[in-house]
């Protein structure tokens, strides 16, 4: 790869910002209102809050280029699993009433080396509290 090129790729953090801000047109193409994006509570951010009536989703959002090592969700492992659901509990002790069920899941973003081509994989409940 050229210096060119390398100066033309996004830094991590702009990788990061625009796998979510696909996520979030994902999930709003289906119906999901986005009621937060990089949310703390609890001392915990949250990549992405969305609601679709009485649900609440907690959306975990991991990005990356193809050809890394291993799968985006493989990342979000048991301990940063208790942390979104401390936060998640933070977040609707915050809350008025109204929100009867919630929600983990986690979006992966897979984008191709030169980032024009993008795949994205919606885990639906991909853990719950308990786990």
Same mark, same amino acid.
């Given at each position: #790869?050229s @210096?060119a090129?390398? &100066?033309?790729r996004?830094?991590?953090?702009?990788? /990061?910002a *625009? /796998?979510?801000?696909?996520? !979030?047109? =994902?999930?709003?193409?289906?119906?999901?209102?986005?009621?937060?994006?990089? %949310?703390?509570?609890?001392? %915990? *951010? #949250?990549?992405?809050?969305?609601?679709?009536? =009485?649900l609440? +989703?907690f %959306?975990? +959002?991991? &990005?990356?280029r193809?050809?890394? $090592?291993?799968?985006?969700?493989?990342a %979000?492992d @048991?301990?940063?699993r208790?942390?979104?659901?401390? /936060?998640a509990?933070?977040?609707? =002790?915050?809350? $008025?009433? /109204?929100?009867?069920?919630?929600r983990?899941d +986690?979006?992966v973003?897979?984008?191709?080396?030169?980032?024009r081509?993008?795949?994205?994989? =919606?885990?639906?409940?991909?853990?719950? !509290?308990? @786990?």
């Amino acid at each position: #790869m050229s @210096a060119a090129d390398r &100066t033309r790729r996004r830094s991590r953090n702009e990788l /990061g910002a *625009e /796998g979510e801000r696909r996520a !979030a047109d =994902h999930l709003a193409a289906r119906g999901y209102r986005i009621v937060g994006r990089n %949310v703390r509570a609890g001392g %915990v *951010e #949250m990549d992405l809050i969305a609601r679709r009536g =009485h649900l609440v +989703v907690f %959306v975990e +959002v991991k &990005t990356r280029r193809s050809g890394g $090592p291993g799968a985006g969700e493989d990342a %979000v492992d @048991a301990r940063k699993r208790l942390r979104l659901v401390r /936060g998640a509990a933070a977040w609707l =002790h915050e809350q $008025p009433r /109204g929100i009867q069920r919630a929600r983990f899941d +986690v979006i992966v973003c897979e984008c191709s080396r030169e980032e024009r081509d993008w795949r994205l994989r =919606h885990l639906e409940g991909a853990f719950d !509290a308990n @786990a």
